[in-house]
């Protein structure tokens, strides 16, 4: 059974820090390719950035220079360090890997930028 668990969100000023967590279980993490997608009120969920099994990592237009996903093998997790942020970062952020063709989500952490 998959299960990957978000944490991390919080509230915080523009310009400050925060770094997401994901912990991943019931796969080969080491071989899987992960992400980290965002949903803001009435908007789309939207893709943040992807880090490959290699390590080969991708940003969207809007987070590039700002936030960095990395990975820990030994801990199945993924990271989200997320810095300078923006009040229109606010959104729930979810992680995400895809086994077999199925996608599969975390349940969410809440990240809320204040101006």
């Known amino acids: 059974q998959v299960q990957l668990v978000e944490s991390g969100g919080g509230l915080v000023q523009a310009g400050g820090s925060l770094r997401l967590s994901c912990a991943a279980s019931?796969?080969?993490?080491?071989?899987?390719?992960m992400g980290w997608y965002r949903q803001a009120p009435g908007k789309q969920r939207e893709l943040v950035a992807k880090?490959?099994?290699?390590?080969?990592?991708n940003y969207s237009d809007s987070v590039k220079d700002r936030f960095t996903i990395s990975r820990d093998n030994a801990k199945n997790t993924v990271y989200l360090q997320m810095n300078s942020l923006k009040p229109e970062d606010t959104a729930n952020y979810y992680c995400n890997t895809v086994l077999f063709g199925i996608n599969y989500w975390g349940k969410g952490t809440l990240v809320t930028v204040s101006s």
């Open positions: 019931g796969i080969i993490f080491i071989n899987k390719a």
């Open positions: 880090i490959s099994s290699g390590g080969i990592t």
